[in-house]
């Protein structure tokens, strides 16, 4: 889910939105199943929201003729997810990336588009907060959501 280059356009940096919505989709499959109670219903909103930002992905870029990147049959996990632990530290992570994404749509983007990409920055931001406090993780905020460290 990493940017190899900056987005050349608002079609492109949708589209590189896009591969982190399906990448986040596909990432909390893996998570909600090492989660219990609370947070696996949290894990299961999480993956509704990032299903509806990609469903909306797909019909914008269709309609507008452009390019609709594909999704992948799987996704390489940055670490082995093997109990709650690592679950919760990789929610973090899919948010974290996911919200860098589309912080590098933002100057590509303009109207409506720019607000969906500020909203879904912000959206990321708040779940890996809440996450980051499921997981005891300090400091639970960060100053800049998706933007590298």
């Not at 987005?7 to 893996?30: I, K, N, R």
């Not at 930002?53 to 452009?66: C, E, I």
Request: with cysteine; charged share 20%.
């Amino acid at each position: 889910m990493r940017h190899r280059q900056a987005p050349s356009g608002p079609a492109e940096a949708l589209g590189g939105a896009l591969t982190a919505e399906y990448a986040a989709v596909w990432a909390y499959g893996v998570i909600g199943v090492r989660l219990t109670d609370a947070a696996r219903t949290a894990a299961r909103r999480a993956e509704a929201a990032h299903r509806s930002r990609r469903d909306a992905l797909v019909l914008q870029l269709s309609a507008a003729g452009g390019t609709v990147p594909a999704d992948k049959a799987g996704y390489t996990l940055p670490f082995p997810v093997t109990d709650t632990a690592s679950a919760l530290r990789l929610a973090v992570e899919v948010e974290e990336r996911t919200a860098a994404f589309w912080r590098a749509a933002l100057p590509h983007t303009t109207g409506e588009d720019r607000n969906r990409a500020l909203a879904a920055l912000t959206d990321c931001a708040v779940r890996a907060t809440r996450w980051r406090r499921t997981a005891g993780v300090t400091p639970v905020t960060v100053a800049f959501p998706g933007r590298p460290t």
